[in-house]
């Protein structure tokens, strides 16, 4: 694996080869895609702003225990990570109804969730990441059953830190989706065994973030949900939760 060698290039982020086998070089593009790349663009400085808040919030997240793949920022735009196997999952915490869950169900946008919902989805961009069920997950073995809880419970610790710190911002976490990774020990060749730890990115483009200062429902939206529905002023709002992730100490 050569030094610098592209490792694997995804819509909104490059994985590079370091000199270590067991670290990676992220760097977080200023593009930006919708509705499985149906629709492209890009949001200028976005790669700064997404990879300064989850620096941050990575952070936030070792302080509270929960193990991640962040290293360092090694730029404004590019971190070290832990080499992990990700798991083909995206775990999606809801705690208020919004999006897909309104479209597919009926719900009304902003209902509140008591508790949380925790969904799986299927991380596969030709099927259109489908909505799995804990039979699905069996069946396709996507993850053993210890792992799911081990996912759920991570989940709920995590929506719990992450609520707790935009509340301070003045910001509703409304909805987010993670990733995560197997860290393979020495002599493992199965590849998702090992310590699961927290990988991929938190940032507007896999958060769902309301500004409480605002009412109007256009307004308050702060997250990708402005691209993706055209709201406009993407840039700001992505810049504003920047200044007041990074503003809060951990
Ligand atoms: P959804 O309501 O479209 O299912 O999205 C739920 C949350 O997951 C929302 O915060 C946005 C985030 N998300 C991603 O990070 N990547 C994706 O591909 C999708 C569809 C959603």
């Not at 400085?45 to 997404?50: C, D, I, Q, R, V």
């Not at 070792?62 to 995206?90: C, Q, W, Y």
């Not at 109804?97 to 946008?109: I, M, P, R, V």
Request: aromatic share 8%.
């Amino acid at each position: 694996m050569a030094v610098g060698q592209k490792l694997y290039e995804g819509k909104a982020k490059i994985l590079y080869a370091t000199e270590d086998p067991n670290i990676l070089l992220t760097h977080f593009k200023d593009d930006a895609t919708a509705f499985n790349a149906q629709k492209k663009g890009s949001i200028t400085g976005k790669g700064e702003f997404n990879c300064a808040i989850s620096t941050h919030l990575f952070k936030l997240m070792e302080a509270n225990g929960i193990p991640t793949h962040f290293i360092d920022r090694t730029f404004p735009n590019e971190m070290r990570v832990k080499s992990v196997k990700i798991l083909p999952l995206e775990v999606v915490v809801r705690n208020i109804a919004a999006g897909s869950l309104c479209q597919q169900t009926g719900l009304k946008l902003g209902t509140i969730l008591t508790p949380p919902l925790v969904e799986f989805y299927y991380k596969n961009d030709e099927l259109g990441d489908p909505l799995l069920t804990f039979d699905r997950l069996r069946v396709l073995d996507l993850a053993t059953p210890d792992q799911v809880d081990q996912l759920i419970e991570l989940a709920s610790r995590i929506n719990q830190i992450l609520t707790d710190f935009f509340q301070q911002c003045g910001i509703t976490l409304v909805d987010f989706k993670l990733e995560f990774g197997c860290v393979s020990s020495v002599g493992q060749s199965a590849n998702h065994t090992g310590q699961i730890i927290l990988a991929d990115e938190i940032s507007p483009d896999t958060c769902r973030l309301w500004n409480q200062a605002e009412s109007d429902p256009n307004k308050r939206v702060m997250d990708k949900d402005r691209f993706r529905r055209d709201l406009g002023n993407v840039e700001d709002a992505y810049r504003q939760v920047m200044e007041r992730v990074l503003q809060q100490t951990i």
